[in-house]
């Protein structure tokens, strides 16, 4: 079992930043892969990005690819997504994922992959 909280969201100006972060508790954190989703009002939950167990790998959503990095402290049993020049269109739930060990960028996208969720957190970016 993996315990995730994230924390982080808020309200910020378009052209802003946040930085979300996920506390992991539970199965060995080091190995799990994470990821970062969100779903916006009215529509389906959508992926925003992943990293492996290094961080050596992180792909990313061609809609925030340039603007938001994910990274991972494994010391700190923590995930992060650093966000810059957002948009409205970025106000979503953004929610944190874990997955069990396994091919790596097998269905990577997809939340059907994930078997761990946090609760959420809500980012709103004005215009």
């Known amino acids: 079992q993996v315990q995730l909280v994230e924390s982080g969201g808020g309200l910020v100006q378009a052209g802003g930043s946040l930085r979300l972060s996920c506390a992991a508790s539970?199965?060995?954190?080091?190995?799990?892969?994470l990821g970062w989703f969100r779903q916006a009002p009215g529509q389906e939950r959508e992926f925003v990005a992943a990293?492996?167990?290094?961080?050596?790998?992180?792909p990313i959503a061609d809609a925030v690819e340039g603007r938001f990095t994910i990274s991972r402290d494994n010391a700190k049993s923590t995930l992060y997504l650093q966000m810059n020049s957002l948009k409205p269109e970025d106000t979503a739930v953004y929610y944190c994922?874990?997955?069990?060990?396994?091919?790596?960028?097998?269905?990577?996208?997809?939340?059907?992959?994930?078997?761990?969720w946090g609760q959420g957190t809500q980012v709103t970016v004005s215009s």
């Open positions: 994922a874990a997955r069990n060990p396994g091919p790596f960028m097998m269905g990577i996208t997809s939340q059907s992959t994930y078997q761990y």
């Open positions: 539970g199965r060995t954190f080091s190995t799990t892969v």
């Open positions: 990293i492996n167990w290094n961080g050596c790998s992180t």
